[in-house]
């Protein structure tokens, strides 16, 4: 069968140990035999898990029933004699390659892979096993066949490229490495179902299930596919990378993921239905987007021709914004503005994750190593989730980016959202790049306006505090009973006070230096109002005020801000920038 999700269904089925629907966890270390002659028997390879003179478990570092029976399920997915299941991806990696190569052996790598992967390859083989590795453009099969040497036992390379959705050919790439005697090691973490790489030559597939395989961001896990030889090879009691470096599988671990694979199909179909979306909008908007889905990626023809049909392009889309202050603005705006998503690494996971590539995933990479990968340093990586109606995504994605690229990332202003905690103090929750407090779904258009009239829209009710908070070392927080107007408090700083005209007559500003104490009044031509002694004023610290740093802290000009009240306990600040 083609269809991965067929031949899934049509598996033989592991029932529970009293019939339960799910398989049985078996989380025993060690394992008890009938006979005192079957221990040897076990350690000689004459029996094991699949051995037909009866099956046999000894340790669970070697063999668990819970982790096999989650191995036998990713060979039918992968279309694999056999799969043995290990703690992480890393582990996965490291144990095909170790499993084929010996010092003095030879490796091809793609030169745009995942950077733990690149570091493995080009600083832990050479240096603590000596295996060398040679860095190609997976792309040019010229380039390819030439990094071949004598002493070349594996081709490694990833489906869709780690961070640029480059397309790996891989029949092209079996070929070459057939030809020369060698092993076709193909990472498929991005291309779960959509792509099974052994019907197109791979020797041997890696997971990290970390990613879309769990779904939930909960696991660390990784798989290794390949023949029943090769499992044999992984498991040898001499020589066998898994059995003596021993990344094993927690069983609860393998029925998490157990539980999980009969509903992949679904999400797969869903989170490369929700990137093609992305992809198309940001494509229609002029953005520089990287999606193999689009027929204008230049590998486009190479993946369609690889597909099993009905999963999609997969989940993960690529933006170069240009410059990380753009990359950084459009993420800071898509999570903490519109809850789009989040800034984190790793895929895979429900909610869409952005990661700026360079500076995270990618940063094993030398600057050569990234511009040779062509990895800007602008570059975001999304892996489009599930959450929220594909409109709402649509629309948040379309504000932001269209925001970020109108103030060419440098925006007016900066929204920060601050909420009181039940001990009084204003905690502050998050901020992200803002047009003013006047900005609406139209803002980027506003934004035509520019800087200086955005700037005045927040004289009209403004709030006082101090401008150089940062390196006064001093937060700056909202709130305080008693107070009449929205406020600022600021401790541990003296204010010289600059207020803007046509401010708020009720707008109130409160300083502390030393044991000095002020309240502030401030009239609508900014005019100072009359001062009280530091006994009329409750203590700032009682109401969630923070000391700076600096014992003598310098006087700090002050700029006009502007508060929109949410709620009695929340409140959004404009700082203008």
């Known amino acids: 069968m083609s269809d991965p999700v067929e031949r899934l269904a049509s598996a033989n089925r592991e029932y529970g140990e009293y019939g339960g629907v799910n398989p049985s966890i078996e989380i025993s270390t060690t394992f008890t035999v009938l006979d005192a002659k079957t221990l040897p028997d076990i350690f000689s390879g004459k029996r094991g898990p699949e051995k037909k003179e009866g099956a046999c478990y000894l340790y669970g570092r070697s063999w668990s029933p819970t982790v096999h029976t989650l191995g036998r399920q990713l060979a039918v997915l992968e279309d694999t004699e056999a799969a ?90 079996a070929s070459i490495a057939h030809a020369h005697g060698s092993h076709l090691v193909v990472d498929n973490t991005f291309t779960p179902l959509a792509v099974t790489p052994a019907r197109w030559g791979a020797d041997v597939v890696v997971h990290s299930m970390t990613k879309f395989i769990s779904g939930a961001s909960d696991v660390i896990a990784g798989a290794v596919c390949g023949s029943n030889q090769f499992l044999q090879q992984l498991m040898d009691l001499q020589t066998g990378p898994i059995m003596l470096q021993g990344p094993t599988m927690d069983p609860r671990i393998a029925s998490e993921l157990l539980l999980r694979l009969p509903h992949l199909p679904l999400r797969i179909q869903e989170h490369s239905r929700r990137a093609q979306a992305m992809a198309e909008l940001l494509e229609e908007l002029g953005a520089k987007v990287v999606y193999p889905g689009l027929p204008s990626h230049q590998h486009h023809a190479t993946l369609k021709r690889l597909l099993n049909p009905g999963y999609g392009y997969g989940g993960l889309v690529g933006l170069d914004m240009g410059t990380p202050t753009k990359a950084e603005a459009l993420m800071e705006r898509l999570q903490n503005k519109h809850g789009f998503g989040l800034m984190a690494v790793s895929l895979g996971y429900a909610d869409t994750l952005m990661s700026l590539s360079a500076a995270s995933t990618s940063s094993e990479l030398s600057d050569m190593d990234k511009a040779s990968a062509n990895i800007s340093d602008g570059y975001v990586r999304m892996s489009v989730g599930v959450t929220g109606t594909l409109e709402q995504r649509l629309s948040q994605l379309h504000e932001a980016f269209t925001f970020v690229v109108a103030c060419n990332g440098c925006p007016p202003f900066r929204a920060t959202k601050l909420q009181r905690q039940p001990n009084g103090r204003m905690m502050e929750l998050f901020s992200w790049p803002s047009g003013g407090p006047q900005e609406d779904n139209n803002a980027a258009n506003k934004m035509q306006a520019g800087r200086a009239d955005l700037a005045a829209q927040s004289h009209a009710a403004a709030v006082l505090a101090a401008a150089a908070n940062a390196d006064a070392g001093c937060r700056m927080v909202v709130g305080g009973e008693g107070w009449q107007g929205p406020h600022l408090h600021g401790q541990g700083i003296n204010i010289s006070c600059n207020v803007a005209e046509d401010a708020a007559d009720m707008v109130m500003g ?22 009280v002694d530091g006994s009329g004023v409750t203590t700032l610290a009682s109401r969630g005020s923070c000391k700076s740093r600096l014992e003598s802290p310098p006087n700090h000009e002050v700029q006009a801000l502007k508060i929109r009240r949410l709620d009695d306990d929340t409140h959004i600040v404009y700082i203008p920038v």
Do not use: Q, R, W
């Open 84 to 173: 043995y299941a290990v703690a992480s991806g890393m582990a996965a990696i490291s144990s095909a390659v170790l499993a084929i190569c010996n010092s003095g052996d030879h490796v091809v790598c793609s030169n745009c892979v995942y950077g733990g992967t690149f570091a493995f390859m080009k600083t832990y083989l050479p240096l603590k096993t000596g295996i060398s590795v040679s860095f190609v453009d997976i792309t040019d099969l010229a380039a390819v066949e030439a990094a071949f040497t004598s002493t070349t036992k594996v081709l490694f390379t990833e489906v869709l490229s780690n961070p640029t959705l480059v397309v790996s050919d891989l029949p092209a790439l």
């Open 510 to 531: 409160s300083a502390t230096y030393e044991n000095s104490f002020s309240n502030i009044s401030y009239t609508n031509d900014g005019g100072e109002g009359g001062k």
